[in-house]
């Protein structure tokens, strides 16, 4: 029995999210994505007519990803889970996101796409803000997040979370043991969370 090769497709969006993390989505030419895929650069316009169209798919390919570990992590007790549990569970979503898939995620936060990115990518990255941003309001309504805008709080805790992963590297979130994660959440949690409550 032989085992069927590798969709071509996605290991051309496998090289692609590599030399994006290592070069940035500027500094890679479609050469490099072709050799890092193994096969030649027309392979490449056989699925994606352009580095952007391949920057897209890239794009939705590593958000659709966290967007799914996000929601399971939501959903997981639904309405029943306080605020803090759940942003325990965000904090988790994140740093196993973080941990499976470093260059995925070092791609999506530290880097800017604003240049290149379709309106289907930026739906899908306004999609992961709303869930975001209506955290913060339900736990804001609870009394659970101190007050301010959302959009600025779920940067800040992003920003934290980014900001680890970026001091992590290139050993990453699996050099870090469960009590050094569980600290930094405890932090970022105290930069949400009221202090007179």
Known sequence: MTSRKPDLAQSLIDAAIALFAERTYEGTQMPAVAQRAGVGVGSIYRYFPSKEALGNAAFQHAKRDLLHRLADAVDRDGPTASIRVEFGRFWRGFAQYATERPDAFVFLE??????????????????????????????????????????????????????????????GLKALDQDALDQAEGAVWDLLHPKDV
């Open 110 to 171: 530290h880097q800017q796409h604003d240049t290149y990115l379709n309106r289907e990518s930026t739906e899908l990255a306004a999609e992961i803000d709303r869930i975001a941003a209506d955290f913060i309001a339900r736990g804001q309504q609870a009394g659970e997040i101190r007050d301010g805008d959302a959009g600025r709080l779920v940067a800040l805790a992003l920003g934290a979370f980014a900001g680890l992963v970026r001091f992590q590297r290139p050993d």
